[in-house]
T-cell receptor, first 114, second 113 residues
Framework: EPEVTQTPSHQVTQMGQEVILRCVPI?????FYWYRQILGQKVEFLVS????????KSEIFDDQFSVERPDGSNFTLKIRSTKLEDSAMYFC????????????FGQGTRLTVV | GNSVTQMEGPVTLSEEAFLTINCTYT??????LFWYVQYPGEGLQLLLK?????DKGSNKGFEATYRKETTSFHLEKGSVQVSDSAVYFC????????????FGQGTTLQVKP
């Protein structure tokens, strides 16, 4: 069964460092998303990506964040200068089509900023 | 704006007990509704969905009915198992064309043998 894969599963970084979280969405999907879940809290939308551009972003997704689909298969989330409050589980998701279709999630990357 | 509210947990039940996890939503337009489950140490998996009013989603013994009149999508299971222990998230798909998901806060279910 096709699946969304994320790497790494866990990353520890020092405050102020840049991190890149990687995702390989399901190959025929057209819509891509990043969500985050701070420990013990709800899953929050960060950004959606369609047709090689950002289609929507949340207030959380400020200038420190960026996304890229560099080669038609990978979908990356970059945090330019990490803060302690960026520590969270980051989930990538992809969807084949419209809003009533299922979003498939990756296993997540746990980011710890120290 | 659009939002989802779930009953607070944790919910602790004995095996074979009846489960209800309440979920209500606020939305403009006609969203699709979902229940996702997160088992310990794993990502989010779709449990069931409903795309229009009065639809019933079902999977693995779980059911939820899309009730427009009460703006609810309560999750039920007649007889829970220890293996159902997980965090359950109710979500709606924003009716805008980006299709982003808006999640409730999650409800932790613990089933004891």
């Amino acid at each position: 069964e096709p699946e969304v894969t994320q790497t790494p599963s866990h990353q520890v970084t020092q405050m102020g460092q840049e991190v890149i979280l990687r995702c390989v969405p399901i190959s025929n999907h057209l819509y891509f998303y990043w969500y985050r879940q701070i420990l013990g809290q709800k899953v929050e939308f960060l950004v959606s990506f369609y047709n090689n551009e950002i289609s929507e972003k949340s207030e959380i997704f400020d200038d420190q964040f960026s996304v890229e689909r560099p080669d038609g298969s990978n979908f990356t989330l970059k945090i330019r200068s990490t803060k302690l409050e960026d520590s969270a589980m980051y989930f990538c998701a992809s969807r084949e089509g419209g809003s009533n279709t299922e979003a498939f999630f990756g296993q997540g990357t746990r980011l710890t900023v120290v | 704006g659009n939002s989802v509210t779930q009953m607070e947990g944790p919910v602790t039940l004995s095996e074979e007990a009846f489960l209800t996890i309440n979920c209500t939503y606020t939305a403009t337009g006609y969203p699709s509704l979902f229940w996702y489950v997160q088992y310990p140490g794993e990502g989010l998996q779709l449990l069931l969905k409903a795309t229009k009013a009065d639809d019933k989603g079902s999977n693995k013994g779980f059911e939820a009915t899309y009730r427009k009149e009460t703006t609810s999508f309560h999750l039920e299971k007649g007889s829970v198992q220890v293996s159902d222990s997980a965090v359950y998230f109710c979500a709606l798909s924003d009716p805008s064309n980006t299709g982003k998901l808006i999640f409730g806060q999650g409800t932790t279910l613990q089933v004891k043998p």
